[in-house]
């Protein structure tokens, strides 16, 4: 099983500025990872695919980039409706087995 | 626009069953081109996914709970659904289903989009 780790558990950051969020997998899994964000009582929203691809909606401050084993999710000038949890997920295998990793939360400094 | 809403029941005895189905509206799930998957979350903790099924009617679950799980397809009713089977406390959580977009000819990758979930509480 490919596991995925995220850093920060946690990560405060003030309304504007910048917050990077990590992702690292244990084998590589080439470009083949997606970010979701979650907020409190909702269903995962996609954000980004194939490591750098926003998903149609997703506003431009949301950047995704890596390959390999390392990733990162920059949000660039934080909204007050960005702070959430984030998910990393890799679709690498074959046969699948997809694996999130465990999540990073974002919250207001 | 594509949506999925998730139904069944919400409390199930230790040992017995858990049944859930998700309703596709805003599209066919015979269409081709995507998988439909369940993903769970037990509460205050991350996602797992659980497996899917596609236009085929094949079927790919997690390893982990691979003995357990049976994802089937009604085509007549837009509509895909989950078995568990023997559960315990530990499958207490929130399930969701979710659309997998096609990465190449035979797999897929990304989930989008989401049903709202429904949380299946097990307890005697």
């Known amino acids: 099983e490919i596991v995925m780790t995220q850093s920060p558990a946690t990560l405060s950051v003030s309304p504007g500025e910048r917050a990077t969020l990590s992702c690292r997998a244990s084998?590589?899994?080439?470009?083949?990872l997606a970010w979701y964000q979650q907020k409190p009582g909702q269903a995962p929203r996609l954000l980004i695919y194939?490591?750098?691809t926003r998903a149609t909606g997703i506003p431009a401050r949301f950047s995704g980039s890596g390959s390999g084993t390392e990733f990162t999710l920059t949000i660039s000038s934080l909204q007050s409706e960005d702070f959430a949890v984030y998910y990393c997920?890799?679709?690498?295998?074959?046969?699948?087995?997809?694996?999130f990793g465990q999540g990073t939360k974002l919250e207001i400094k | 626009q594509l949506q999925l809403q998730e139904s069944g029941s919400g409390l199930v005895k230790p040992s017995q069953t858990l049944s859930l189905t998700c309703a596709v509206s805003?599209?066919?799930?015979?269409?081709?081109?995507?998988?439909w998957s369940w993903i769970r979350q037990p509460p205050g903790k991350g996602l797992e996914w659980i497996g899917y099924?596609?236009?085929?009617?094949?079927?790919y679950y997690n390893p982990s709970l691979k003995s357990r799980v049976t994802i089937s397809v009604d085509r007549s009713k837009n509509q895909f659904s989950l078995k568990l089977s023997s559960v315990t406390a530990a499958d207490t959580a929130v399930y969701y289903c979710?659309?997998?977009?096609?990465?190449?000819?035979?797999?897929?990758?990304?989930?989008?989009?989401w049903g709202q979930g429904t949380l299946v509480t097990v307890s005697s």
């Open positions: 979710a659309r997998g977009a096609r990465k190449t000819m035979i797999t897929f990758g990304w989930f989008d989009p």
């Open positions: 805003g599209g066919s799930i015979s269409s081709g081109g995507y998988s």
């Open positions: 099924i596609y236009h085929s009617g094949s079927t």
């Open positions: 084998q590589s899994v080439s470009s083949n």
């Open positions: 194939g490591a750098s």
């Open positions: 997920q890799q679709y690498n295998n074959w046969p699948p087995s997809y694996t």
